[in-house]
């Protein structure tokens, strides 16, 4: 065959290569959509979770009033009395694309509503996020690791978790925004183009508006761009790949209003600081030595050493200045956590408090990212054989992420797309190893000898090349007998060329058959496919059942069948329509950004707890008793209180099981609430065995409050024993609703007592003195005097 033939069909197979990707890019992301739309099949279109109701509330604000009164925008139904600045407080990110889509799908006339768009925001993002993963591991690896590693990521269940159909959450739009800042980094370090680069700093800008783990991106770059550094790895493209993204990186950070100096002040940042000159020293030097002379060189270097050793010590003792200066060394609460695990429990039980903070368990693994778990170490290796920048930063990026998941179950979210990079890597490889042991196999026998042909025939052409030459150069000379001896050096000397060639040739080849028999390569293909099979399997069961179920809509089976509690929307329901629209409704934070979305009710804290002292504040009202929360909740103008039980049906996430928390919290700032006072000889008890203060606390009686009229004993399903005090009345507050499934309990708290002439003048109680203590925390004064509460 000519060779203009072969070239054609070399073309003719890439193109018909590109084209399969392409298809194959296409179904993936056709995959990744499709399978998290089992909570809209099974349920319906609804908002999950907590968080995602206050995105949707400001998703539609935003629509409704643009950009500009968003980003002023005061909110007076949050914190009350306190309020939010929502511009100033909030990530911005997917608020933003959300509201895009929505104007996108107009302008072409498909009339979605602002909900609709918000329940698939997040399947959309997650085929970008497949995309966006083949195309950085395509870098590291090669199209095959790429599109492997897209699929695996199309249905690993860590990422569909955060990413189901109605979980309009940060993470949505943020791991898509995680993955293409990777991918244009490693872009950069490939080809030092100076585009790429400047993209990659337009894509970490995009992901610091859409999330706070943006911080890993800007401490794992540098790690790697140092780790570059010290293993010799140094080129003006690693220059190029991160020199940009530190400089105009940064000042676009520094335009998200949530973030603003932070992006300069705050200890998260300072690695990437440091790193950036020390590159430049690097740069420097290598600049030099291009230069001078090996002598002068020696000199410069000592100078530049000398010079950038004062710069580096004058930089770091102003960061040490500045975070010597700070309580917390510069460091936010939720980084101390991923540095001391133990940190939170500590000091910050607000984060502790938070489910999703803790640390994950074993099968938690298993559950989450499956066989990937047992595929990754194979990466890991494939990536050393041969070692590049790309793969190296794949190496890093694994082990960083296996430490944070091991610290906070959340950032299982993090790991998911390093473990489908590696999976896809390793899968890849082995495809590789085994298809060829079997094409080798069966076609190995007739095409060996063309292969020695081949060799031999270009072995041959090269030593009548090194003939030619030596000839020629044979008769530019004179005959002589130095001439006929340097010319039998010259064919002894291509000859041995010629052997030597002919010899890497044949370990080449070597090389390339050293393969696998072929049962063993059959069996191994066959098994990982199985394997494929059953991930396959797992990731469409935890799509259907474990994620699909949105919290505010609970289901159980039975043998009677399926059974919804749908109490969370019958309690805002009847708070939408059976309460005043500037009436104060009062309970754990959890339930504050649904409160305020859904009943459209003013609420003291909500889910954003940025203000420890206010959630303490209510966390002392459910610990104290009756009249002394009466008293405290009057001070701060509530006129409801909402409960969540689960003691009738058997819900464990109840406010009974975080009442722990709320005392710890309480505690915190306010001494006078211990946590021992409720804990049984370190237990934790509700029985006829609990303390007096946990019996006469708020939690408890608005909890079991009638709970006893159930089944006339008082079994909690959820505790698995009987409540120890049954049968008691409310003083200060009366029950208004409590939902069918007695999930959702609402008091309305009791007007205050008319007073009775002569007996006005009473001394000092300790609630009055709790309330004061409160209300001067929270900026609230009270008038002992006349019950008045003054701002």
């Known amino acids: 065959m000519s060779e203009p033939e072969t070239s054609q069909s070399t073309a003719l197979r890439h193109a018909f290569g590109n084209v399969l990707s392409f298809f194959i890019l296409l179904l993936i992301g056709v995959l990744a959509f499709s399978i998290r739309l089992f909570s809209v099949i099974k349920y319906e279109s609804v908002i999950h979770e907590f968080d995602p109701y206050f995105n949707y509330r400001v998703t539609q604000f935003l629509i409704k009033n643009g950009v500009y009164d968003f980003w002023n925008w005061f909110d007076d139904r949050t914190w009350y009395p306190l309020g939010r600045v929502i511009g100033g407080t909030v990530y911005p990110g997917l608020t933003l694309t959300a509201g895009a889509l929505w104007r996108i799908f107009h302008s072409l006339n498909i009339p979605l509503s602002v909900e609709t768009v918000c329940v698939f925001t997040a399947p959309i993002f997650s085929a970008f996020a497949s995309w966006a993963a083949y195309l950085l591991t395509k870098e590291v690896k090669g199209t095959g690791a790429g599109l492997t590693a897209a699929v695996l990521l199309s249905m690993v269940p860590s990422y569909i978790s955060r990413s189901v159909a109605g979980s309009y959450d940060n993470e949505a739009v943020a791991i898509f925004a995680l993955i293409f800042t990777f991918y244009l980094y490693i872009k950069t370090l490939n080809t030092g183009s100076l585009f790429y680069a400047t993209l990659n700093a337009i894509a970490y800008f995009y992901m610091v508006c859409s999330w706070g783990g943006y911080t890993f991106i800007i401490n794992l770059i540098p790690m790697h761009v140092l780790l570059c550094i010290v293993t010799g790895r140094y080129s003006p493209r690693l220059y190029i790949a991160y020199a940009p993204l530190v400089v105009l990186g ?32 690097v740069a420097l030097v290598y600049y030099i ?9 020696k000199v410069a270097v000592t100078l530049v050493v000398s010079v950038g050793l004062i710069v580096c010590c004058a930089a770091l003792a102003v960061l040490i200045a500045l975070v010597a200066s700070s309580p917390t060394k510069g460091w936010s609460g939720r980084s101390l956590s991923l540095l001391d695990p133990t940190y939170a429990s500590k000091y910050i ?24 778990a047992f595929l990754v170490p194979a990466g890991i290796i494939a990536c050393f054989m041969p070692l590049s920048d790309a793969s190296t930063f794949a190496v890093l990026y694994i082990v960083t992420s296996v430490y944070f ?7 299982m979210l993090v790991l998911a797309p390093a473990a489908c990079i590696m999976s896809g890597i390793a899968l890849s490889e082995a495809f590789d190893v085994f298809t060829r042991s079997i094409k080798f196999q069966l076609l190995g026998a ?29 008769l530019k000379e004179r005959p002589s007998r130095k001439n006929k001896k340097k010319e039998k050096e010259n064919i002894e000397k291509a000859s041995s060329v010629s052997r030597i060639e002919k010899a890497s040739l044949v370990s080449r080849i070597e090389k390339r058959l050293l393969v696998l028999p072929l049962e063993a390569s059959v069996v191994a293909i066959l098994l990982l496919v199985l394997l494929g099979a059953f991930y396959v399997v797992h990731c469409v069961w935890a799509a259907a059942e474990a994620y699909s179920a949105p919290s505010i809509v609970l289901t159980t089976r039975s043998n009677n069948g399926l059974h919804v509690f749908d109490d969370f929307r019958e309690a805002y329901a009847w708070l939408s329509h059976n309460t005043e629209v500037d009436d104060k409704v009062a309970s754990w934070w959890d339930y504050g950004y649904q409160t305020t979305a859904m009943a459209n009710r003013t609420v003291i804290v909500d889910n954003n707890t940025w203000n420890n002292t206010h959630i303490a504040t209510v966390g002392t009202a ?19 209180v909402l409960v969540v039980f689960g003691g009738f049906v058997g819900y464990p996430s109840d406010d009974i099981n975080k009442f722990l928390w709320m005392v710890r919290i309480g505690g915190g700032v306010f001494p006078h609430i211990k946590e021992p006072d409720y804990l049984r000889d370190g237990q934790y008890r509700i029985d006829s065995q609990a303390t007096p203060t946990m019996l006469n606390s708020l939690m408890y009686k608005l909890s079991y409050y009638r709970f006893v009229e159930t089944d006339g004993r008082g079994f909690d399903r959820v505790r698995n024993t009987e409540i120890g005090k049954k049968h ?6 009366e029950e208004v609703f409590t939902t069918h499934h007695w999930m959702v309990r609402l008091y309305k708290l009791k007007p205050p007592r008319n007073r009775i002439r002569g007996k006005t003048k009473k001394s000092k109680s300790v609630s009055g003195s709790i309330i004061n203590q409160l209300c001067h925390a929270v900026h609230v004064y009270y008038c002992e005097t006349c019950s008045v509460t003054l701002t």
Do not use: C
């Open 250 to 281: 940064t000042l676009l950070a520094s335009l998200v209003p949530v973030v603003g100096f932070n992006a300069v002040m705050t200890s998260e940042h300072f690695a990437s600081f440091l790193v950036f000159i020390i590159i430049h020293v």
């Open 289 to 297: 030595k291009g230069i001078l002379t090996p002598q002068m060189f």
């Open 349 to 372: 039980p607000i984060i502790a408090s938070v489910s999703e903070h803790q640390p994950p368990t074993w099968p938690s693994y298993f559950m989450d990212i499956n066989v990937l």
């Open 405 to 411: 998941s091991g610290v906070m179950v959340r950032l």
């Open 446 to 474: 007739t095409q060996s000898p063309q292969v020695n042909k081949a060799g031999d025939t270009n072995s041959v052409a090269k030593n009548d090349v090194v003939k030619t030459e030596i000839s020629e150069d044979s």
């Open 622 to 640: 459910m610990s104290s008793p009756e009249k002394a929360a009466w008293e405290i909740f009057n001070s701060l103008d509530v006129k409801y």
């Open 728 to 733: 008691f009345k409310l003083t200060h507050f």
